[in-house]
């Protein structure tokens, strides 16, 4: 119910101004500054202080070529993207079952929502406990060679380590989102597929799928853009390791700059940002486009 | 321009008065403040201890340790402490270059270091006219060995290659684990088997002398190269992979100190700042140590040092005078000896005392003589990740196509050097 | 007569088994923490601890001097709750009640772009940044918590007032309130089931944080609960049930406060989802 009187331009209360003003300078401060800074940074060979001197585009030449930095992000989209489907599946199928008609829900939400509140760090040295010390002896007392020895110094395991302990950090938010979803899809709709007869995988991917398509895809962005700032958890079990097969671009920036790097990470963390914005972009083309659909 | 002080000190006060600490950490008399930062673990009581005693002896200043803070971040945030105190390094070489560092040459003390100990600061790099850092103590390390069980299995300490194998085979055959592996820790190899199969092959500061000459021409082509040059010892590194024992991959340092103490294998590949680690387990140890053997003549053998600790001030440190007197103070040759004699280290200036504890002792000779040289480990700049390496190599990755990683590590840096 | 409305028993034991994947970690790091350090180095994570070894948790608290941490990780987080919640609400109803204004519309953009940046990108200037102003301390923490929150807040906040009708705070402006007084009195009331999501999300999101306070905090006696887990781990990683006792300690203020409010916190969560 719009009116259509004529937009009388009043003049701005100047409380307003006090609110907009130093929250955009508090704003501009901590982010964009700071974003400008880099990427000026980004052109020199500076390592944060001291003497510096501009060296064009060296530092990005660089970064395309080194097998480190490139294997940074083959590590951190892979396991982003095997990670958010981990999520995604078991979160969904968690929903599913904690939307239906069972016993001890209220108990069975509460744990399942727990690790939310958990610090990943932590549970991350927890996990790392169980996967350098307990599975091994189990699997030295069952003689199951691979599970005798760590998975954290297993080159080609180690990631599964990481992807494990991410999706059981991150099902929580995931699960929610979902449960939200669910219960708004009216039980009429399932009262009539029971009547036409739909087996239960139909009536998943027929009806209630499309239904909640939105949901799916606000956890799939939300998703990808925290697994691919993956930091912490990486830390706590086996920070980057064995050799660089775990580093994340998060982790790569840190190191790199304890390491001198400053103005090299700082175009690494360009691109790192160009990447991120791209990938949202697509995300939310695909997205809007799916719910015109 | 840094920023007043007093806003930094408000700010901080403010922060910490919240959380209800009260503002203990504030003075109440007008001593400058000389902020301390030392950050080797095994020395921060006796520093404690230090900087008590240097606070009561004088009144024109108060020296607060800092034992944790991130360097290089505080060297970013503007901040850097008054005095550094710690393993010098690439890292700490990089400050250095970019001219953050502050010159002590005309400090009487810089001219009682002993001049190949401060060449080794040189290797590291250089910053024209300045003499920036005084080597404080240096550690050497080689192979630290259980008399115990050398003993037991009538095994006499070698001194060529093929003895060292031999006396490892003794071990395995009687079901001792020769040598204890902790390569869940990088660092560990790194400065272990890495360094020790390469000091004891190739020249290490003519080699690196030599690659960085050739800069972003390093690599497959090139006459001097990592895959050229180190691919012999990196054999020679992973034959010993085998007398380690059964479950090395997953044992960290904690872990490996542990067991070592506890007598379950014979030699273990690691610096004098573990003694102190093993005697908490097992104060009666009886220990040696000896300079792993690489060729087949004796007189190759030497021992593996790095600065272990070195001091020097920044040239952003507000308290330039009271942190050169509290320097002075550190250098004092009494006060020297009296830290190398309980943290094992060797002295670096002309007047030192000798080492008289029987676990160092046997490196002495080596060190009195110049045979030693800084681990190849320490001279790779921390943007490549060689430590990482180091693991790959020895847990079965392609020598060949690792160190040819490395160089172009090498070459790329050059490049946006 | 229809299948949904009977208890699935089949459901019920499926989540139950799930459940455990849950409870075991959580079931570890207590036995863990209660162990003596003889029965902690055997490897059976599993067993139960015999005798009880409540020394751990003293030794722990000492050890990584535990109050201080707790009294910078609360610091942080209710500064940053409250922080969050006033500036993001306040910012928000200024921008939606001068939504017809072209610039007020680009500034919440300019905000709102901000969804995009991740951390790590802008982290080592901020460090750098910090640091100049003097504010390598807790107190710069709460305020980069804020700066970050403010997007995703904002856009929670503008996209409730915009379905608000002004013509409620028309009558109360008839009245003779000030604008001030319209915000405290009628609109943030209105948003309290939406504070309520804001300040869920960002007690989650500071009090579990560990990459800014590891890179903002310069002193390390003022560091957070998480971070100074890091501090500890590698300083004494090799008595397990210390470690442990300290894990859970870590963990135990927002198990609990969770435990309590857990309702409250499931609702707002998905609460903010559905926005």
Redesign the interface.
């Known amino acids: 119910m719009t009116t259509t009187a004529p937009?009388i331009r009043r003049r701005?209360?100047p409380?307003?101004l006090w609110?907009?003003i130093p929250?955009?300078a508090?704003?501009t401060?901590?982010?964009t500054?700071?974003?400008v800074?880099?990427l000026f940074?980004s052109f020199t060979?500076s390592?944060?202080?001291?003497?510096?001197e501009f060296?064009g585009l060296?530092?990005y030449?660089?970064i395309f070529?080194?097998?480190?930095i490139l294997q940074s992000y083959a590590f951190t989209f892979g396991f982003a993207i095997v990670t958010v489907l981990a999520v995604n599946v078991l979160a969904f199928l968690?929903a599913l079952?904690?939307t239906?008609?069972?016993?001890?829900l209220t108990a069975?939400?509460?744990?399942?929502?727990?690790?939310?509140?958990?610090?990943?760090?932590?549970?991350a040295?927890?996990?790392n406990?169980?996967f350098?010390?307990?599975l091994?002896?189990l699997g030295t007392a069952l003689g199951i060679p691979w599970l005798s020895?760590?998975v954290?110094?297993n080159?080609d395991l180690a990631w599964v380590a990481i992807v494990i302990v991410t999706t059981?950090s991150a099902i929580p938010?995931t699960l929610?989102?979902y449960?939200?979803?669910l219960v708004?899809v009216p039980?009429e709709v399932?009262?009539a597929a029971?009547i036409d007869g739909a087996t239960p995988l139909r009536r998943l991917t027929h009806i209630t799928l499309p239904l909640v398509a939105g949901?799916v895809a606000?956890n799939m962005i939300l998703g990808v853009?925290n697994f691919?700032?993956a930091?912490?958890i990486i830390?706590?079990l086996t920070d980057?390791?064995?050799?660089?097969s775990t580093?994340s671009?998060?982790m790569t920036?840190?190191?790199?700059?304890?390491?001198?790097?400053?103005a090299?990470?700082?175009a690494n963390?360009?691109i790192?940002?160009l990447i991120?914005?791209a990938i949202?972009l697509v995300q939310l083309r695909f997205t809007q486009r799916g719910e015109k659909a | 321009m840094p920023p007043p002080l007093s806003r930094r000190a408000f700010l901080t006060a403010a922060a910490a008065g919240a959380v209800g600490l009260g503002l203990s950490g504030c003075a109440s008399d007008d001593r400058a403040i000389v902020r301390f930062h030392s950050s080797k673990p095994e020395s921060i009581p006796y520093f404690r201890e230090l900087v008590a005693r240097y606070n009561q002896e004088q009144s024109a200043a108060r020296v607060v340790l800092d034992t944790a803070t991130n360097l290089q971040a505080a060297f970013l945030r503007g901040s850097p402490p008054d005095v550094g105190c710690l393993n010098y390094n690439m890292e700490m070489a990089r400050f250095m270059e970019r001219g953050v560092l502050s010159d002590l040459s005309d400090m009487p003390e810089a001219g009682r270091i002993r001049p190949e100990v401060q060449q080794l600061a040189d290797q590291y790099a250089t910053f024209p006219g300045r003499t920036n850092v005084l080597p404080f103590s240096v550690a050497a390390e080689s192979v630290i060995y259980n008399r115990a069980i050398f003993d037991e299995h009538g095994v006499e300490v070698p001194t060529t290659w093929t003895g060292f194998l031999a006396a490892c085979e003794t071990f395995q055959a009687a079901g001792v684990a020769p040598l204890y592996g902790t390569f869940k820790d990088n660092w560990t190899l790194a400065q272990g088997m890495f360094d020790y199969a390469l000091g004891g092959l190739i020249d290490v500061p003519e080699f690196f002398a030599a690659i960085t000459e050739l800069g972003t021409a390093v690599g497959p082509d090139s006459p001097r190269s990592f895959q050229r040059d180190f691919l012999e010892p990196m054999e020679r590194m992973r034959e010993l992979v085998p007398f380690h024992q059964a479950d090395a991959a997953s044992r960290a340092y904690p872990d490996g100190n542990l067991a070592f103490a506890r007598g379950e294998a014979a030699m273990y590949l690691q610096g004098p700042w573990v003694f102190g680690e093993l005697a908490k387990t097992d104060p009666d140890l009886s220990l040696g140590t000896f300079p792993l053997p690489m060729t087949e003549d004796p007189d190759d053998r030497k021992v593996r040092v790095n600065l272990d600790l070195a001091l020097w001030i920044p040239e952003g440190s507000r308290q330039q005078e009271a942190a050169r007197d509290f320097v002075a103070y550190l250098m004092r040759a009494e006060q020297m000896d009296d830290f190398n004699a309980q943290f094992l280290g060797f002295g670096t200036t002309t007047d030192a005392a000798p080492a008289t504890d029987e676990r160092i002792q046997d490196m002495q000779e080596f060190y009195d003589d110049g045979r030693f040289y800084l681990g190849p480990s320490q001279l790779v700049p921390l943007a490549i990740p060689l430590a990482n390496h180091v693991q790959s190599m020895v847990l079965g990755a392609d020598l060949r196509s690792t160190l040819a990683g490395v160089d172009a590590d090498w070459a790329r840096l050059a490049f946006r050097a | 007569m229809i299948r949904h409305e009977r208890t699935s028993w089949s459901a019920t034991v499926l989540l139950s088994v799930a459940a455990l994947s849950v409870l075991v970690p959580l079931y570890v790091t207590v036995t863990m923490a209660l162990k003596t350090n003889q029965q902690a180095v055997d490897g059976n994570a599993f067993s139960l601890p015999w005798p009880l070894s409540w020394d751990n948790f003293a030794e722990a608290w000492t050890l990584t001097n535990f109050p201080r941490a707790l009294g910078v990780s609360v610091f942080i987080t209710v500064l940053a709750v409250v922080g969050n919640v006033l500036l993001s609400s306040l910012f928000a109803f200024a921008l939606a009640r001068n939504w017809e204004r072209r610039w007020v519309r680009l500034a919440f953009y300019y905000v709102l772009a901000a969804l995009f940046v991740p951390f790590p990108v802008v982290a080592l200037p901020q460090v750098q940044l910090t640091g100049n102003l003097g504010l390598d301390n807790p107190v710069g923490v709460v305020a980069l918590h804020i700066a970050f929150g403010l997007s995703f807040n904002t856009l929670l906040f503008t996209a409730f007032l915009r379905s608000v009708p002004a013509e409620l705070e028309e009558s109360a402006r008839l009245d003779g309130a000030t604008t001030m007084q319209t915000f405290w009195r009628l609109v943030f009331p209105l948003l309290a089931p939406m504070s309520a999501t804001v300040a869920i999300f960002s007690f989650l999101g500071s009090w579990n944080d560990f990459m800014m306070p590891s890179l903002i905090i310069a002193d390390p006696s003022l560091q957070t609960v998480p971070v100074v887990q890091k501090i500890f781990q590698t300083q004494f990683s090799s008595n397990y049930n210390i470690s442990f006792a300290s894990y859970l300690m870590a963990m135990a203020p927002a198990i609990l406060a969770y435990v309590f409010t857990q309702r409250w916190v499931i609702a707002g969560v998905t609460q903010g989802a559905i926005k």
Not at chain 1, 47 to 52: D, L, Q, S
Not at chain 1, 253 to 262: A, C, E, L, N, R
Request: aromatic share 14%; charged share 10%.
């Open positions: 937009v701005m209360d409380v307003y609110i907009i929250t955009l508090l704003f401060l901590a982010i500054l700071p974003t800074m880099g940074m060979n390592i944060g202080f001291g003497t510096w060296i060296n530092n030449v660089a070529q080194d097998p480190a968690l079952g904690l239906a008609r069972i016993r001890a069975l939400r509460a744990i399942f929502v727990l690790p939310m509140v958990i610090s990943g760090i932590v549970i040295y927890v996990f406990f169980l350098s010390n307990s091994p002896a020895t760590s954290l110094v080159p059981w938010g929610l989102i449960i939200a979803g708004t039980r399932y009262e029971d949901y606000i853009k691919l700032n930091y912490e830390v706590g980057g390791g064995p050799g660089t580093r671009i998060a920036i840190f190191t790199g700059f304890s390491g001198g790097d400053y090299f990470q700082m963390a360009a790192f940002f991120v914005v949202t």
